[in-house]
């Protein structure tokens, strides 16, 4: 398996700001998370939110989900706790995109066109702390620095794309080659992770894991590898 702040920085790329707790009141919010790792929500005029004020202390719930078929399933769950501070100026475009690839909000526009105005949505980032995951059966807790300095999986956005084609035309192939993997006959099977060490299959509802012999390097490279599982080979 990857480094866990590997994967803990690899999941939050992908997951979706459900709600942000402050003085120990939840309040539903809209956001994403940027490039550096840190969580960005989306404060509309009238929200609580919108009038927070400068570092203030504040834990932001993250989701990852994971479509199958018409179905979303969570992949894990995330708690960034830190504080936040509002977006400076000049990363507004890259924090209202980072929000945009989440959950793209009309709103947005607004917060960058009319940026500092009093009655305009706000983008507010948070500073982190530390990071809480709950993934598969694992969970635990990672610092500021150990989360921040991790890289996500640098194939992450061809692992994605591909998983989503395997899903949805080549299921066929893939249950043959965990069927043969695994000695026995696997009825639903799905593509769950992918990434440059493996691959994790859903297959009947249980979790299981496939190692490449050696990790991808290129995007090329998953796909080969990719491509050995689906074929047997």
């Not at 932001?60 to 969570?74: D, F, K, S, W, Y």
Request: proline residues 6%; contains cysteine; glycine residues 10%.
């Amino acid at each position: 398996m990857p480094p866990i702040a590997e994967r803990i920085r690899t999941l939050a790329m992908t997951a979706s700001v459900t709600k942000v707790t402050l003085d120990g009141v939840p309040y539903p919010a809209t956001g994403g998370v940027d490039a550096q790792g840190r969580p960005v929500v989306l404060a509309r005029p009238g929200d609580p939110l919108h009038r927070v004020p400068e570092d203030a202390a504040v834990a932001v719930n993250l989701c990852a989900m994971r479509l199958l078929g018409t179905v979303e399933h969570p992949r894990g769950l995330l708690e960034a706790q830190g504080w936040l501070q509002a977006v400076p100026r000049e990363q507004a475009r890259d924090a209202a995109l980072a929000v945009a690839a989440r959950n793209a909000d009309e709103a947005l526009f607004e917060a960058l066109e009319r940026y500092g105005e009093a009655a305009a949505p706000r983008l507010l980032r948070l500073d982190v702390g530390q990071m809480v995951y709950l993934t598969g059966e694992e969970s635990g807790v990672l610092d500021a620095e150990d989360y921040l300095d991790a890289e996500p999986d640098p194939l992450l956005e061809t692992a994605e794309r591909v998983l989503a084609h395997v899903n949805d035309t080549h299921r066929g192939q893939l249950a043959a080659g965990v069927s043969r993997l695994l000695g026995r006959r696997a009825g639903e099977v799905w593509l769950w992770e992918l990434d440059r060490f493996g691959a994790t299959v859903r297959a009947d509802g249980s979790l299981v894991r496939v190692l490449w012999e050696r990790p991808a390097e290129s995007g090329l490279c998953l796909e080969t590898a990719l491509r050995g599982l689906l074929c047997g080979c």
